[in-house]
């Protein structure tokens, strides 16, 4: 694992501190530098305008949200990502390859710093972390290291069990939504193995968990490409978010997003940024 400080690279509180984070006084990227679950004063001084408070307050409100993949894992990435409108969250991955904090600050500055010359609001940003059943310690240290960082929730890969489910809930401390009601850290889960599948009802009715989505790649290969056993799986998923009231989440294109908010999906991460408006207006936004 990397060193969490890199002396050739700007910490988030550097950036903060240089107007990355902020623009007329509100905190634009939630928590910069502090510990997970810890507020930012100026963000809790007016929490309308704490941009990490968003994914829970629409997914509270029953709304449909739209999220892209990241992109380049650099400032000039973020920086382009805050070009990117309308868009709910950002969708960054460090599942496999080095666990870098350092480039995701790099990329969160980049996008704030964007968003503050173009006088617009930045975007939350989801971090897919590796999976849980790779080690229970490692899991809770690289999402707290990821919520210290500001992000506005954390993406466990691979969920198998409801203790696993329990664990990602855990390890976002009292901020967890909609554990805590009043929180704004998010957890999102994915089931993308035949035994997170088998144990869907368990994971999905964890108390406290966000969102939960199937995960169509890995379920493709599970499934050697039987795209009706892939899509069998997702219902699978879905079925069980609409039995216990727990966001459901999926992948989606300008082909198929309507159909997916018509079945019932509400986090939505697009695999095209023209899929957003689509699926906003799909979704009466």
């Known amino acids: 694992m990397p060193a969490r400080n890199t002396p050739t690279k ?3 509180r550097t950036l903060c501190l240089m107007g990355g984070c902020l623009m007329g006084g509100i905190a634009l990227f939630h928590g910069c530098g502090g510990a997970p679950g810890e507020s930012d004063s100026a963000a809790s001084a007016d929490s309308g305008d704490d941009v990490n408070a968003r994914i829970a307050a629409q997914l509270a ?3 449909a949200i739209f999220g892209l993949f990241s992109g380049d894992h650099t400032a000039g990435g973020g920086a382009a990502m805050a070009a990117t409108r309308p868009l709910d969250f950002v969708f960054y991955s460090l599942e496999s390859g080095p666990f870098d904090i350092p480039a995701l600050q790099s990329y969160a500055g980049g996008m704030a710093g964007a968003s503050m010359y173009r006088d617009q609001g930045t975007h939350p940003m989801l971090l897919r972390i590796p999976p849980i059943r790779d080690g229970h310690d490692e899991a809770r ?3 707290a290291q990821g919520l210290a960082a500001g992000v506005a929730g954390i993406v466990y890969p691979h969920v198998e069990t409801a203790e696993e489910a329990a ?5 976002l401390g009292d901020a967890a939504w909609p554990a805590n009601p009043d929180g704004h850290l998010i ?6 193995d035949q035994v997170g599948l088998d144990n869907a009802r368990e994971i999905v009715s964890t108390p406290g968990v966000s969102a939960v989505s199937p995960g169509p790649g890995d379920l493709r290969r599970v499934y050697d490409g039987d795209m009706e056993k892939v899509e069998e799986a997702i219902q699978i998923v ?3 978010c609409l039995e216990f009231d727990v966001p459901c989440g999926v992948t989606a294109g300008v082909d198929d997003i309507a159909m997916r908010i018509e079945q019932g999906f509400r986090v939505i991460i697009v695999t095209q940024p023209e899929a957003v408006a689509l699926g906003m207006a799909a979704a009466g936004r």
């Open 187 to 192: 957890s999102f889960l994915l089931i993308e």
């Open 61 to 63: 409100a029953g709304d």
């Open 167 to 171: 664990l990602a809930v855990d390890a």
């Open 238 to 240: 879905l079925a069980a």
């Open 141 to 143: 240290d690289r999402a």
């Open 10 to 12: 700007p910490s988030l």
